[in-house]
């Protein structure tokens, strides 16, 4: 087996020049809707009312990616990765023109540095059929009012529409708050919110490692599994193929009416409700009060310690 790495990553380090993250046309659409990027604004609000000091974990993200370069292909994780950066585009056209705004619009696009090598370029790059929606509405600057505005006639994928009512809700959210409270969130993402990112150089290790931890919590159906390995190790297509690979892809072709809304997988708060704790320590399908989270694979550890942890959404919400 190739080498395996797990480690806590800082949301900084992870919208760097580290990564150049790509999420290949053999992965499922783009799914989280509005309950899902409600439900994460929301606990990202309350750890923000918390201890400064106390790391929010958010996650875990499988990738392909070998040390030696930054490419990493994402076989678990996008939604994830997707809705974070939809709501740090919206921080960034809610922000005030000068260094939080700069800021976030350089985690969201490489800005470039000809000494170092780095071309300007999105930090995350979707699926085809919905890269240049993306590319467009979100991770350019000032064109999140824009998105918010476009009708549902100008969406030609369902994960266009997931993505503009998931603009429209954080925007209705953070269109509210104070500019000092937005500004805090933005610096608590960037400095005390960690995933856990599982790297492999070998696609075929992923895929295993893919198919272990969506066998055993997420939502996933086996039709899913099954098409992510078979589909994944088909390799790339000629292009007259594509159609075939997006049609095999697309939600109506799964089985399923579509995901399953986050109270599925998320039960309430555990202020509100508790539930049996794993051996591990964490709470049984509830978002935990803090602790040390195990790695999401079955005795492999974090190359780094990791730190305490106010909230998971590891195993508890789709990829």
């Known amino acids: ?23 290949p046309d053999y992965q499922r659409p783009y799914a989280w809707g509005v309950e899902e990027a409600g439900q994460l604004l929301e606990d990202l609000s309350d750890a923000l009312g918390r201890d400064e000091d106390e790391p929010y974990f958010l996650g875990s993200v499988v990738l392909v990616k070998d040390p030696s370069g930054p490419a990493a292909d994402i076989i678990d994780g996008q939604q994830r990765i997707t809705t974070v950066t939809d709501l740090l585009a919206v921080l960034r056209d809610l922000a005030a023109d000068g260094g939080i705004r700069a800021s976030l619009a350089a ?34 600057p000032g064109q999140i009012d824009v998105l918010r ?10 994960s266009q529409r997931n993505i503009r009512d998931n ?27 960690f995933l856990v990112t599982v790297t492999t150089p070998d696609l075929d290790n992923a895929h295993r490692i893919f198919s272990v931890m969506n066998s055993r919590g997420l939502d996933l159906s086996p039709t899913d599994i099954f098409k992510a390995q078979v589909i994944g190790a088909i390799g790339p297509l000629p292009h007259q193929s594509r159609g075939h690979r997006r049609r095999l892809s697309d939600p109506h072709q799964s089985g399923r009416a579509g ?28 978002l935990g009060r803090p602790h040390r989270p195990r790695s999401p694979l079955v005795g492999l550890r974090p190359v780094d310690p990791a730190p305490r942890c106010s909230a998971t959404w590891l195993a508890t919400s789709p990829a």
């Open 1 to 23: 087996m190739k080498q395996l790495q797990a480690s806590e990553v800082p949301l900084s380090k992870v919208f760097s020049s580290d990564f150049d993250f790509k999420i």
């Open 107 to 140: 985690k969201i696009i490489e800005p470039g540095d000809p000494v170092m090598g780095l071309t300007p370029k999105p930090r995350l790059s979707l699926r085809e059929r919905d890269r240049a929606f993306f590319r467009q509405f979100v991770q350019e």
């Open 149 to 158: 505005a476009v009708k549902d006639d100008g969406l030609h994928t369902e």
């Open 167 to 193: 603009a429209r809700t954080f925007h209705a959210t953070l269109g509210f708050w104070e500019d000092n409270r937005r500004d805090q969130l933005a610096t608590m993402l960037m400095t005390r919110t």
């Open 259 to 286: 995901p399953r809304p986050l109270r599925h997988h998320c039960p309430p708060h555990p202020r509100r409700a508790r539930g049996p704790r794993r051996a591990d320590g964490t709470l049984d399908g509830r």
